[in-house]
């Protein structure tokens, strides 16, 4: 089973906070797990600012680090000392020496300090152009916070200690709020006093059947249920679309997620979103789905035995149907072992390509004036350092349909599009993914756990048309010819299928002959430069497993500059433009719905 989102959760907790500075801070989040730290932010045009509340009476530290360590970190201290308010501008250099950074671009809107918190409010630019501060993107940013019982003297902070931490977040994903009924019906799909063993991460998987629906209806809204008191523990909930030829045997109990002995009728299931006012999720028609698996991602770092979570997830629907079904398309490389990438390289691109081909016949059948592109989950494993989702038309490179440089597999969230984009036929997309696999001794091959790898992109669009998958798998016998493959044993009757020569490989696997070639940092670059160029087999897909006529044609990839050259970043030169915006979230909820299968044999 692959992390398809049908629905997908992130721990953002609730409440819109207002500064002393009387701004508002529509996204407010806690840092530490202890409830001391609390971070709010607000963005506007070129700025952004924070609020900071603090359960200390000294100093505050807050920054973005490119890995969630001190190393090369932008670093901001504050604070109220002697009645006075104060806020200090520092970078870290590899060695990780904190320094005074010459240009001082965070500037002071409000401090306060009673017995025992201290709030401080500031704002900065999302691009000082300063070589010392993080640019802040649509890219997921590692923030990372200290704080200190005393306050910072002349000689800077004193030691944090313990009282310190990291988290990623993606401070500029804009929110779609839209005013709902209090009273709207809904359904639970909650688990029921789940085991959590005392070890740091653990998958928890259940099946439901989604309630009986006479007639059409829309989930418009998805929120937590979480349990009181594991609001640390619940890391984030996926909810994946199933087959429906079940029966409800399969309800009867749940079982850990990628287990050697979790049912096979769970590897079926496939991934769910929130929606724009004018889109929802269809239940009650023949082609929505039955049946679900809840997935819940629970974090114990303590390894705290005994506890028992009661998690999950409710969901509002209407009758009030809205004016568009939204669809998700999976675009990008097809999970499959012919996904392969060297070991020890510190960077290495893979493709995956949505063809003209598969989206000239999808959409010219059902859709010839386009779909609608409103949000966008870009997908990766433990490898994945950066993904882009290119868009072009006509050969022509548009502008990026999504991002996010700075990848970090144990916080994916859907990206909100600020404007929609418009998906035609003849048009074409590359999911572009980026990898580091300096700590490998052996090849990493696409698959479904995480120390296996992906390169996937799932677009949430409108309206449905009858395409649930658009990607692509390079040639094999390229990639093995690279290591001096000759010949493999046909018919393949295993799989992995079996290589005859040469001598050196003979009776091999592709996989075992692969790890067996001396890979070097130049034979991993040249390799790439191969895999780049290779022929790709185009997968297209329809709902239900069915497929396109061109499903399985072989086509080249687009002439197309890589990598991508981005666009400048534009310096921000105002520090009192103002900001608002006021609404309050609760955690953050995506809900997208997939309806294909994976099959071990098709890779």
Not at 88 to 95: E, H, L, P, S, V
Not at 237 to 247: G, R
Not at 498 to 519: C, E, G, R, T, V
């Amino acid at each position: 089973m692959c992390c398809w989102p049908l629905l997908l959760l992130w721990g953002l907790l609730p409440g819109t906070a207002a500064g002393g500075s009387g701004r508002t801070y529509p996204h407010r989040t806690l840092l530490d797990s202890e409830g001391k730290y609390w971070l709010g932010w607000s963005q506007r045009g070129s700025q952004i600012a924070f609020r900071l509340q603090v359960r200390t009476a000294g100093y505050v530290g807050f920054g973005f680090s490119p890995t969630g360590a001190m190393a090369s970190a932008d670093i901001v201290v504050g604070g109220v000392a002697h009645g006075r308010p104060y806020l200090q501008d520092y970078f870290t250099n590899a060695n990780r020496e904190l320094k005074k950074d010459a240009q001082q671009d965070y500037h002071l809107e409000y401090a306060m300090e009673n017995s025992t918190h201290t709030i401080i409010e500031f704002t900065r630019e999302l691009h000082t152009c300063d070589i010392n501060d993080k640019s802040i993107t649509d890219s997921t940013v590692r923030v990372i916070w200290a704080y200190h019982h005393e306050d910072a003297g002349e000689a800077g902070p004193k030691y944090h200690d313990s009282n310190r931490g990291t988290k990623s977040l993606r401070l500029l994903n804009p929110e779609k709020t839209s005013v709902l009924s209090t009273a709207l019906p809904y359904f639970d799909l909650v688990n029921q006093d789940v085991p959590i063993p005392n070890k740091d991460t653990t998958y928890w998987c259940q099946m439901f059947k989604i309630p009986v629906f006479q007639e059409k209806h829309h989930v418009i809204k998805v929120e937590p249920v979480i349990q009181r008191g594991h609001e640390s523990l619940v890391h984030h909930i996926l909810l994946y679309q199933c087959s429906n030829n079940f029966n409800d045997s399969v309800l009867e109990s749940g079982h850990e997620c990628y287990h050697p002995n979790m049912p096979d009728a769970f590897l079926t299931c496939e991934t769910g979103f929130s929606y724009p006012p004018h889109v929802g999720l269809s239940l009650g028609t023949p082609l929505d789905p039955h049946y679900v698996l809840l997935e819940v991602h629970y974090d114990n770092p303590t390894y705290e035995e005994g506890l028992i979570d009661n998690s999950g997830l409710r969901l509002f629907y209407t009758m009030d149907i809205r004016k568009y079904d939204a669809g998700v398309i999976e675009a990008g490389l097809w999970v499959s072992l012919f996904h392969t990438i060297p070991p020890g390289m510190p960077e290495f691109q893979s493709e995956g390509h949505c063809t003209l081909e598969c989206l000239e016949e999808a959409l010219e059948a059902e859709k010839p004036s386009g779909i609608h592109v409103f949000a966008v989950l870009l997908h990766a494993h433990l490898a994945g350092r950066g993904i882009r989702l290119r868009h072009f038309r006509k050969g022509k490179e548009m502008k990026l349909l999504a991002y996010d440089d700075d990848f970090d597999f144990n916080f994916q969230e859907f990206q909100y599009l600020k404007e929609e984009q418009t998906i035609l036929p003849g048009d074409n997309l590359i999911t572009e993914c980026r990898y580091n696999t300096k700590d490998r001794a052996e090849m990493t091959w696409g698959g479904l756990s995480t120390r296996s790898e992906m390169c996937l992109s799932y677009l949430l669009y409108y309206p449905r048309i009858n395409l649930t998958r658009c990607a692509s798998i390079p040639d094999i016998m390229e990639q093995l010819q690279f290591i001096g493959v000759k010949e493999i044993y046909r018919p393949v009757t295993t799989w992995p299928f079996i290589i005859k020569s040469p001598k050196q490989y003979k009776n091999l696997s592709f996989m075992d002959a692969m790890n067996k070639f001396k890979w070097t940092k130049k034979e991993g670059l040249s390799f790439n430069k191969l895999v780049l160029s290779l022929p790709v087999n185009v997968r297209c897909s329809k709902t239900d497993n069915a497929e396109w006529s061109i499903q399985g044609m072989t086509a080249l990839p687009p002439d197309i500059e890589r990598p991508y050259k981005a666009e400048p970043l534009v310096c921000g030169t105002s520090s009192s433009s103002s900001l608002h915006r006021d609404f309050s979230i609760n955690l953050l909820v995506c809900l997208l719905l997939l309806s294909c299968t994976l099959s071990t044999k098709s890779l």
